[in-house]
Structures are given as C-alpha cells and as structure tokens.
C-alpha cells in the first residue's frame, strides 16, 4: 500500500492526445507492477494498461495501438500516453500499483474526450 498521485488528465477533442503521469513512492514502484485502470460512468473499472518492472506491458484491447505505457526508474513515475483519443474514453483514470492481492490507487484524474 501507497500513496500514488495522477496528474494530466483533462478535456480533449476526439482525435487528440494527452499524457497522464502517476508519481508513486519509491518502495512501491521498485516492486510493483504499475498500472492504469478507467472507470465511465455505469462500468466497471477496467485495465486499460499496465507495465512490470523489466517493461513487459499489456493493454485493453480497444486502446492498442492508441496508448503507450511506460515508466521512469529515476523519477519514480509511470505515464500513459494516450493519442487518438476517442469519446468512449471518456472515464475517470487511476494510477494502479499490484503485488499479489495488494493494491495501490491513485485518486483519480478526469479524462474528457469530446467535441
């Protein structure tokens, strides 16, 4: 368990980008397995990304291609840059961070894709 913090959300046309970044606590990041999940409004929270510590990445289906996950040893920090972004991306983003059955979430950043 951590405190994880995003930042980089905001509102964006559809086929716009942006980059969301999640600093975590260096005892967390060094270990575990970091990712980011979505929440919209009457879904579950889905993975959208995620990344180990030797770079081994896997993405939601509907934003391969689109999204790039990766992480900065040095800073502590894990981006998910996003691009070509489409509404039904519209959702709530958190920064995740897995070992075993522990989790750490961020609180959240607003990610908006509409005209």
């Known amino acids: 368990q951590g405190h994880l913090l995003e930042s980089g959300g905001g509102l964006v046309q559809p086929g716009g980008s942006l980059r969301l970044s999640c600093a975590a606590p260096e005892t967390i990041f060094r270990l575990y397995v970091m990712g980011w999940y979505r929440q919209a409004p009457g879904k579950q929270r889905e993975l959208v990304a995620a990344?180990?510590?030797?770079?081994?990445?896997n993405y939601l289906d509907s934003v391969k291609g689109r999204f790039t996950i990766s992480r900065d040893n040095s800073k502590n920090t894990v981006s998910l840059q996003m691009n070509s972004l489409k509404p039904e991306d519209t959702a709530v983003y958190y920064c995740n961070a897995k070992i075993g059955g522990i989790d750490a979430w961020g609180q959240g950043t607003q990610v908006t894709v509409s005209s």
């Open positions: 990344i180990s510590s030797n770079d081994n990445t």
